[in-house]
């Protein structure tokens, strides 16, 4: 039997605790026993429950049931103050504009307005609201609700991110951005309640598509006022037990951070076409997380996929991901305000040397498509200058020899800046990789939080950085019109007259080929120019179960939740 | 102990104003703001903004009128999620939290006392050196990876616990418990063994043996609740550590706590959250250290609360 031996190293690891030594064995008993009975009885409890449901995939199909996972929480989900992919998703389920989008074509179809006409020249629309449009609590919709709703986005005391979608309207901006305070002279007017009047600055051929975007659709006016003033953010208004809208659901529960769960409007006009009983929007952060809970069948839907299980999945079970193009274009920005970046030609020389087809086969995986433009191919029928931008090495050592660095000779090292994520990492070395051994000239890689870099973006604290665009609505202007002089989206320093003159023009012109005309003639400028360097177009990589229907890819990635049903199916998984 | 009590609380609020305030300008200062966002915002909007949330006051005037609404018990609004307020969200975050970080330190009392225990029965030989390595091993696997792996076997291989979710599939609480408790499980393994060996050395672990009380007897009637003080007294800062430190497993498993509003609040610069979060952290990480010294005295008679 061994009495004292010397302490075993542990505890001479927690020496600290000094009382070790000095315990009082016999007094500690009673106190300990106690601690011991309560940890043994709830550990009983948590072994308790070990059963499994049936999945969400099962309970979803056989109720119409559809389980989203939805990026992350949404910042709010009053319409005219959010501006994210997140809301969108949830609030086109709660609220309709005055019309929809085709789920395939995108093309505008009647919502709250049954039917819309169009003056000659192009600047007043006329909508004829349908009598049988009612809001969750049995009110009627009627053209004031948009008159009162559109007042509201454009007061400048709302601040609205998303105001400037109404901007084509006779005086919008102006009122806006406190310019004008009598609103009646803003270009909206409503004489009966079935009619919105709508006068426009000037032809904006996209006008249609603006309306189906979530900031233009009408809130509840009275529920609005009971919660707070007409231009309050952030009241109690939008939370479930308050919300009235007018879409195909109705909110009927916001778990902070878990749980959106939104149920089937029995007052909405249309819902007879409206299959799903429910959706429940997950707000989930984590791909990987995602990605897991949709293959234990936790999820219908996931909206993204960790870029390394894209192989796995396209071979394995290639009828769960779908690939499609997306209205967003990956860049890199040239800082055109310093350094040999002040040349156009050192630009279009750094663009010419980058093997785009590499970088999307080799690092992104997803499917992405070479950007040679900065607008998408195929935007609404509009075709981007090609063949200015290419991968021409030889002529891209040219341009930097002519800019005088023969070789990269005296080249000095530049910064690449971009936001923390091994995305944009493993893009940025690649790149950093071919200017070396294309030009050689040297980079150094820089990654920043992603509020240090947005901050150093705006303030062109920077030599070359990463960004990204989503368009807001199918149109070249939604690209294009960022580089205008002074734009707050430019963000490069780049000023073109020339540009300027082209993209004001295409917004005066009714006829659709004339204004992508226009464009195309800016875009080349663009190009040709290089304040910045395309790099892919964006696809939307989706994992989707395939008993779920109606679910249809088009470019914005919207899919109107009234054509979509889930199909009864055997899940054995 | 009540005058003690008293005089520890009183020297937590020096320590609780310097994390405050040191907080709020760092927050202030780092770059970029609650409204930034990729699509800059028309310069007009964000003057509205900024107003609104008094950001265009001096920062001296903001530090003062937030130290002010706080001496009334209100944290302010959340910047980013526009109609809650700092304190609905740490209301409904933190039970969520406390509920895991409770069901984690049972699953590491468990394991941790058992293994401690048969470890120390033969200090120096298989018995210990095996369950003593499994808990270094424990102590060093992280739990974003311990996660994963069980989420994979459990979740996906076998499918027999749901993978995501908290209270709303039955059983969806066992893995994330799991995986935050594992860690801890391996301290007090260590733990329970040091104090446990101490223990077996004492005389009246010896006079038990002597009247011939079987190995088990001893262990579970004498040995066992002399071993675990240390335990005990390392309740306190390691439940406040699984509080703080729940972010990866409620990431990991979509649990709605607090420890991922904390870390998104940073990324997002949304100020008040942030504060909020912190100030309540520091709070609880004082309050579990002055409880924890209490219990430790109460368990042994032989000290006293004077300093």
């Known amino acids: 039997m061994r009495l004292h031996k010397q302490a075993p190293w542990p505890r001479r690891l927690f020496t600290e605790i000094h009382w070790i030594r000095n315990l009082d064995a016999q007094a500690v008993i009673k106190r300990t026993r106690s601690i011991t009975r309560v940890c043994l009885v709830l550990s009983l409890i948590i072994i308790a429950s070990c059963d499994l449901g049936p999945s969400n995939r099962a309970t979803g199909a056989a109720q119409q049931i559809l389980h989203l996972g939805n990026g992350t929480e949404p910042k709010d989900l009053d319409p005219h103050i959010v501006t994210g992919v997140t809301e969108h998703n949830i609030i086109s389920a709660l609220l309709e504009g005055l019309v929809t989008e085709h789920p395939k074509t995108l ?74 305070n009598d609103f009646s002279q803003v270009g909206i007017s409503a004489p009966d309640p079935q009619t919105l009047i709508i006068d426009l600055a000037y032809p904006t051929p996209y006008f249609l598509s603006l309306l189906s975007h979530f900031s233009t659709f009408p809130v509840h006016k009275d529920t609005v006022l009971a919660h707070g ?24 529960e916001w778990r902070l951070n878990y749980l959106i769960k939104v149920t089937k409007n029995p007052f909405y006009w249309d819902q007879e076409s409206v299959a799903l009983n429910e959706i429940r929007f997950y707000p989930i952060d984590n791909a ?9 069948g936790a999820l219908h839907i996931a909206s993204s996929i960790p870029a390394d299980k894209i192989a796995s999945y396209q071979q394995n079970h290639p009828e769960k991901i779908s690939i499609n193009p997306y209205l967003g274009t990956y860049y890199y920005r040239f800082n055109v305000t310093r350094g040999p970046l002040v040349d156009p030609r050192v630009r279009r020389a750094l663009s010419l040397a980058i093997d785009r087809q590499i970088l999307v086969d080799a690092i992104t995986k997803g499917g992405q498509i070479p950007a040679f433009s900065f607008t998408p191919p195929n935007t609404q029928g509009y075709q981007p200058p090609s063949g200015i931008l290419s991968y021409d090495v030889g002529l891209a050592r040219q341009l930097l020899a002519d800019a005088g660095f023969p070789n990269g000779k005296g080249f000095p090292t530049l910064e690449l800046l971009y936001n923390t994520s091994d995305g944009h990492r493993r893009i940025a070395v690649a790149v950093q990789q071919m200017w070396k051994e294309a030009l050689n000239i040297t980079i150094a ?51 073109h007259p020339q540009y300027d003159q082209l993209i004001a023009k295409a917004a005066t012109q009714a ?51 009234k054509y979509v049903y889930i199909e009864p199916i055997a899940v054995n998984e | 102990m009540l005058k003690f009590f008293a005089a520890r609380l009183l020297q937590a609020i020096p320590v609780l104003f310097v994390v405050i305030t040191a907080t709020f300008f760092l927050v202030h200062s780092a770059p970029g703001g609650p409204f930034d ?139 994330p418990a799991i995986t935050l408790g594992t860690g801890y499980a391996a301290y007090i393994a260590r733990l329970t063994r040091g104090g446990m060996i101490e223990v077996m050395g004492q005389d009246y672990i010896r006079t038990a043996k002597a009247k011939g009380l079987s190995t088990p007897m001893i262990i579970y009637r004498h040995a066992l609740r002399g071993g675990l003080a240390p335990v005990v007294a390392f309740l306190g800062p390691a439940f406040a550590g699984l509080l703080a430190g729940s972010f990866v497993v409620e990431t990991i498993f979509q649990i709605p706590g607090l420890g991922r509003f904390y870390v998104q609040a940073a990324f997002n610069r949304d100020y008040t959250m942030i504060l909020g979060t912190t100030i309540l952290l520091s709070t609880l990480i004082v309050l579990f250290n002055i409880v924890s010294d209490i219990l430790t005295v109460w368990l042994n008679p032989r000290l006293t609360l004077k300093d």
């Open chain 1, 511 to 561: 006829d659709q080929s004339s204004r992508y005309k226009s464009f195309y003639k800016a875009e080349e400028l663009l190009l040709i120019d290089s304040p910045i360097m395309p790099i892919y177009t964006y696809t939307r990589v989706q994992l989707m179960h395939p008993e779920v229907k109606g679910w249809l890819a088009n470019i914005l990635d919207h899919h109107p939740y």
């Open chain 1, 229 to 252: 003033k007409k231009d309050e953010r952030g009241t109690l208004w939008t939370r479930a037990e308050n919300f009235v809208g007018n879409g195909p659901f109705v909110l009927e």
């Open chain 2, 37 to 175: 966002a990729e699509k800059t915002l028309p310069a007009e909007v964000l003057d509205n903004l900024n107003a609104r949330y008094n950001l265009d006051d001096p920062l001296y005037k903001q530090y003062l009128s937030y130290m002010g609404n706080l001496v009334q018990g209100d944290f302010g609004p959340s910047f980013r999620y526009s109609n809650r307020s700092v304190t609905e969200m740490i209301l409904t975050g933190l039970p969520i939290t406390f509920e895991l970080a409770l069901y984690a330190m049972l699953i590491a009392l468990i394991i941790g006392i058992s293994a401690g225990i048969v470890a120390s029965i033969r200090p120096n030989s298989a018995q210990d050196y095996i369950p003593m390595s499994l808990a270094m091993a424990g102590i060093c696997l992280p739990s974003f990876l311990m996660g994963p792996l069980l989420v994979l076997i459990f979740g996906i291989s076998l499918d027999w616990l749901p993978v995501s979710g908290w209270g709303y599939a039955p059983g969806d609480k066992i893995l």
């Open chain 1, 445 to 495: 890689l820089s990654n920043q939080d992603w509020k240090v870099f947005l901050d150093r973006a705006q303030s062109l604290d920077y030599d070359i950085a990463r960004a990204g665009w989503i368009g807001d609505y199918a149109d070249p202007n939604t690209f294009l019109d960022m580089f205008v002089t002074d734009g707050g989206n430019n963000q490069t320093g780049w000023s």
């Open chain 1, 107 to 180: 093309q505008p179809q009647p919502g709250v307005a049954a039917s819309w006409s169009l003056s000659e020249d192009g600047t007043r629309y006329t909508f004829k609201l349908r009598d049988n449009a009612y809001w969750s609590n049995g009110d009627r919709v009627t053209a004031d609700d948009f008159l009162w709703s559109w007042q509201r986005l454009l007061m400048p005391t709302l601040a609205g991110e998303y105001a400037y979608q109404l901007y084509p309207i006779v005086n919008a901006a102006a009122f806006n951005k406190g310019e004008l």
């Open chain 1, 288 to 296: 990987q997380t995602e990605e897991r809970m949709f293959r234990t």
